[in-house]
């Protein structure tokens, strides 16, 4: 059975910093395609960042780059997310995903394995 279980979120003031963890069981996790998927109330789900399996490549979102690193260590099974200079509309529950192909994982079209999810709330 496989798990995604995210961490990490909370309550920060602009400007300010977190780092979400994402821990996956039951699969081969170096051999996927890991991302950060985020959706605010009334908004659609947007993609923030993904990473090749072999942390090769990276994709951010135009929103977050500059501000936000994305990172996994295969050993731990486990995908991060920096995120630094936290604005109010970085306010979303953020996702965890993992799929078996990296534009298909950033298209959206290839999604395997989703994240119950973590809320980050930035306030002004």
């Known amino acids: 059975q496989v798990q995604v279980v995210e961490s990490g979120g909370g309550l920060v003031q602009a400007g300010g910093s977190l780092r979400l963890s994402c821990t996956v069981s039951?699969?081969?996790?170096?051999?996927?395609?890991m991302g950060w998927f985020r959706q605010a109330p009334g908004k659609e789900r947007e993609g923030v960042s993904c990473?090749?399996?072999?942390?090769?490549?990276?994709y951010y979102a135009d929103s977050v780059k500059g501000r936000f690193t994305i990172s996994r260590d295969n050993a731990k099974n486990t995908l991060y997310l920096q995120m630094n200079s936290l604005k109010p509309e970085d306010t979303a529950m953020y996702y965890c995903?993992?799929?078996?192909?990296?534009?298909?994982?950033?298209?959206?079209?290839?999604?395997?394995?989703w994240g119950q999810g973590t809320q980050v709330t930035v306030s002004s």
């Open positions: 990473i090749r399996w072999s942390g090769g490549s990276t």
């Open positions: 995903a993992a799929g078996g192909s990296f534009y298909g994982l950033l298209s959206g079209t290839q999604i395997d394995y």
């Open positions: 039951g699969l081969t996790f170096g051999a996927y395609a």
